[in-house]
T-cell receptor
């Protein structure tokens, strides 16, 4: 159990377009999902915390108007990179926190690699 | 706030040799500790976690880690590595919670384990 999927796994787009990335918890309900960004050979940096039915909480330095997060249901959160530019190229990873469990871990998706030309 | 230090960016080791990947953390509150493994172009897989109780934690793939509160460390060990263990390993920390709510994970910078024949 505790499987998290991401779609798409790869995306290449032109500068100025918007890209939507989906994160789904397949076999459990996730009240909270996290979005991370990882540059090559670097660690994961938390971008935002997404709570079902409420606005996302962004980390300092992350533009909320550029990285739109929607958590419409207990199994789906989306990250939309608006007006993408080459500097937005990165590996985006989501994780999901299983609800109502003390000390539960976050389960990570396989990641989405974004390349903006 | 919490922080994690992984002093070794790379650890080369021969197959069947033992290995230790070091992790130190800093926190003003009680913590949960995690080790994740990341294979190329993939998301993170949980190796093991420490929440409470026994300080020696056993995980998947023959890995174990020991929580040392006085030294604020959570080093990962394996008595005999395989070629397939070659990957990036991340230590992470979160604030311990008493309710079933999610807590942010703070990651170390990662250690690249390179196993050779």
């Amino acid at each position: 159990g505790a499987v998290v999927s991401q779609h798409p796994s790869w995306v290449i787009c032109k500068s100025g377009t918007s890209v939507k990335i989906e994160c789904r918890s397949l076999d459990f309900q996730a009240t909270t999902m996290f979005w991370y960004r990882q540059f090559p050979k670097q660690s994961l940096m938390l971008m935002a915390t997404s709570n079902e039915g409420s606005k996302a909480t962004y980390e300092q330095g992350v533009e909320k108007d550029k990285f739109l997060i929607n958590h419409a249901s207990l199994t789906l959160s989306t990250l939309t990179v608006t007006s993408a530019h080459p500097e937005d190229s990165s590996f985006y990873i989501c994780s999901a926190f299983r609800a109502r469990t003390i000390g539960e871990t976050q389960y990570f998706g396989p990641g989405t690699r974004l390349l903006v030309l | 706030a919490q922080s994690v230090t992984q002093l070794d960016s790379q650890v080369p080791v021969f197959e069947e040799a033992p290995v230790e990947l070091r992790c130190n953390y800093s926190s003003s509150v009680s913590v949960y500790l995690f080790w994740y493994v990341q294979y190329p172009n993939q998301g993170l897989q949980l190796l093991l976690k420490y929440l409470s109780g026994s300080t020696l934690v056993k995980g998947i793939n023959g890995f174990e880690a020991e929580f040392n509160k006085s030294q604020t460390s959570f080093h990962l060990r394996k008595p005999s590595v395989h070629i397939s263990d070659t990957a990036e390993y991340f230590c992470a920390v979160s604030a311990a919670r008493t309710t079933g709510t999610a807590s942010k994970l703070t990651f170390g910078t990662g250690t690249r384990l390179q196993v050779t024949l």
